[in-house]
């Protein structure tokens, strides 16, 4: 059997590995860095199917068809599992990183980290919908060969699983927003200085409208009065304030 998801798993092997292939393509790329990863994902996922396709289209026997996908399954779920476990690790860290970059925005070195870290986040994330939307398309193409299987095998519970989602429910799911601890003031105080410096940019550019939207869809942040999150009407208008100097 040719090793064809090795490309993916060695992205993902370990953390630290993953870390440095953010970096590397942020020291190349800058802005872009997330989007680059989760493209070279989606197009290795795409040729992944196209070569299990073809390799099974040779294939006479329905049992041989049968464990040659289950082998691709299990390594797929097995490689979810580890990226669900480098989310978990950005929920640690991410509380002690948003301090650390209100405590110390003067110094770019810092804010660089900061960035390449919020990178890091949406990377993963994107990344995790790619190996989902593979995944789920393998248990669709090949599920008729698996109605026999015991309700506690490991292929079956992987394919039960992935029925239980909707194409769209995973195609389409944002990801989980980042939670601000602070005030909605705090935050554009935090972030309002790195849009100034052009630290932070969006396709290129420091324009602040653009890139509060993209704050926007990665952090929750609450009301100051009342319940629920602020709206991106009022974190707009927060920023153009602070611009401004005026009181709000």
Not at 68 to 75: F, K, M, N, T
Not at 104 to 114: G, H, Q, V
Not at 122 to 148: G, K, M
Request: aromatic share 12%.
């Amino acid at each position: 059997m040719k090793n064809e998801l090795q490309t993916l798993e060695n992205i993902f092997a370990d953390f630290i590995k993953f870390e440095d292939v953010i970096k590397t393509a942020f020291e190349k790329y800058e802005y872009r860095a997330f989007k680059i990863v989760q493209d070279m994902t989606c197009e290795e996922a795409k040729r992944i199917k196209n070569v299990l396709n073809e390799a099974t289209q040779g294939m006479q026997q329905p049992d041989h068809i049968k464990l040659y996908i289950s082998q691709y399954l299990v390594r797929l779920s097995n490689l979810l599992n580890r990226v669900a476990t480098y989310k978990g690790m950005y929920d640690i860290s991410w509380e002690r990183k948003l301090k650390e970059l209100k405590a110390e925005t003067e110094y770019k070195e810092e804010d660089t980290l900061f960035t390449i870290e919020l990178h890091q986040y949406s990377a993963i994330n994107l990344c995790e919908n790619e190996i989902r939307i593979l995944t789920l398309s393998l248990v669709r193409d090949y599920e008729y060969l698996f109605d026999t299987l015991e309700q506690d095998d490991q292929v079956s519970i992987i394919i039960n699983d992935f029925k239980k989602n909707p194409e769209g429910k995973i195609k389409h799911q944002p990801p989980q927003k980042i939670k601000w601890a602070g005030s909605a003031k705090d935050f554009v105080k935090a972030f309002n200085p790195l849009i100034k410096a052009g630290t932070l940019q969006f396709k290129g550019n420091s324009d602040v409208e653009p890139l509060v939207r993209q704050l926007y869809n990665f952090f929750e942040i609450d009301k100051s009065r009342g319940d629920g999150e602020v709206t991106f009407e009022s974190l707009s208008t927060y920023f153009k304030k602070e611009n401004s100097g005026e009181a709000y």
